[in-house]
């Protein structure tokens, strides 16, 4: 019945004409073909439901964020909030006033600038290959699959480009809330938004956050569920209040087209689609989620518990 829905939903998709615009301030993501759409679903009996292009991959971009934020607070736990606030913004996802309004304490870790000060933090005084190496490893473990890989040339791509994220980097550290040099960080930083997995992997790879994971725990619940939290207020950025209006689950978006969706205790939710909307979140991933959490009942503001169609209320 789930694949049913789900079916249906990525029929309804294909078929829309408005795909929204693919990112192009990143050359290399300039030339994706927006015709593409993929929909995957993990649910805490182990099982897995897709569509689409599923096994196609994207480029993870900003839900790269959700994992660096993942492993500095189990490294630095409370003490990562004295450089990084945790409020929602009003402002695009790569705002520099912002940074100067907030006096180089980003509002929250999944905007560029506080990204970049969790990539520092977790770099520590270290090397950026090994930082890496450690993101690919909890990635890769939390979905199983050691496949994962980043791309270079869409690192490359970015390294180029990203003259907003210079200028960001540049004034944390004008502001003494940046550790390392400007060129390792955003070298780093760089790698990890250009990692790349498909939307069935990425599915598999957010189970942690709806604590559905078999095995050990990834990372402690009371960061499971701050992290959460932070997806649903800041996740879409100056769009987050508009998508928690539609969907109404955590998430966090990236400007490759994907978004990772959490049920939490229920299901972990990626979709694909790599044309965007005016906040630079997918358009057809934002509308396949809203109509998929309206079928089944998802919104953590639903009057009524959440029930998978098909399974009785335990
Ligand atoms: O820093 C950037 O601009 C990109 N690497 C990531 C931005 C992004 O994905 C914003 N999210 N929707």
């Not at 300039?30 to 929909?39: N, T």
């Not at 679903?41 to 971009?61: I, K, N, P």
């Not at 790599?274 to 358009?283: A, D, T, V």
Request: hydrophobic share 45%; net charge neutral.
């Amino acid at each position: 019945m789930l694949q049913t829905i789900i079916d249906e939903i990525g029929a309804q998709m294909r078929g829309e004409e408005d795909r929204g615009k693919v990112a192009d301030y990143i050359p290399e993501l300039s030339c994706i073909d927006p015709r593409q759409f993929a929909l995957s679903v993990c649910l805490a009996s182990g099982e897995q439901f897709s569509t689409g292009d599923a096994d196609q991959h994207f480029s993870m971009q900003s839900i790269s964020k959700v994992f660096t934020l993942a492993i500095a607070l189990g490294r630095l736990g409370e003490g990562l909030w004295r450089r990084v606030g945790r409020e929602p913004s009003n402002s695009a996802f790569n705002s520099i006033v912002e940074v100067e309004l907030s006096a180089g304490r980003p509002r929250n870790p999944f905007m560029n600038a506080g990204a970049i000060l969790v990539t520092d933090a977790i770099l520590a005084k270290g090397v950026p290959r090994h930082t890496l190496a450690e993101l690919l490893h909890f990635i890769r473990a939390a979905a199983g699959d050691d496949s994962i890989l980043i791309n270079p040339v869409v690192a490359a791509s970015e390294k180029a480009t990203g003259d907003r994220n210079w200028a960001l980097a540049h004034y944390l550290r004008s502001c003494g809330n940046l550790t390392n040099t400007v060129d390792l960080v955003l070298g780093t930083y760089f790698h990890q938004c250009a990692i790349e997995l498909s939307c069935a992997q990425l599915a598999r790879a957010g189970r942690f956050l709806a604590g559905i994971q078999s095995g050990p725990p990834l990372i402690a619940a009371d960061n499971v569920r701050n992290i959460n939290a932070l997806m649903m207020t800041c996740g879409h950025y100056d769009g987050s209040g508009e998508f928690a209006f539609r969907v109404g689950i955590p998430a966090k978006s990236g400007v490759g087209g994907g978004i990772l969706a959490v049920v939490p205790g229920a299901a972990s939710i990626a979709v694909w689609s790599p044309g965007l909307n005016s906040f630079g979140n997918s358009k057809l991933g934002t509308q396949a989620l809203e109509l998929l959490s309206k079928r089944l009942g998802l919104s953590l503001f639903e009057p009524e518990p959440f029930r998978l169609p098909g399974v009785a209320a335990a």
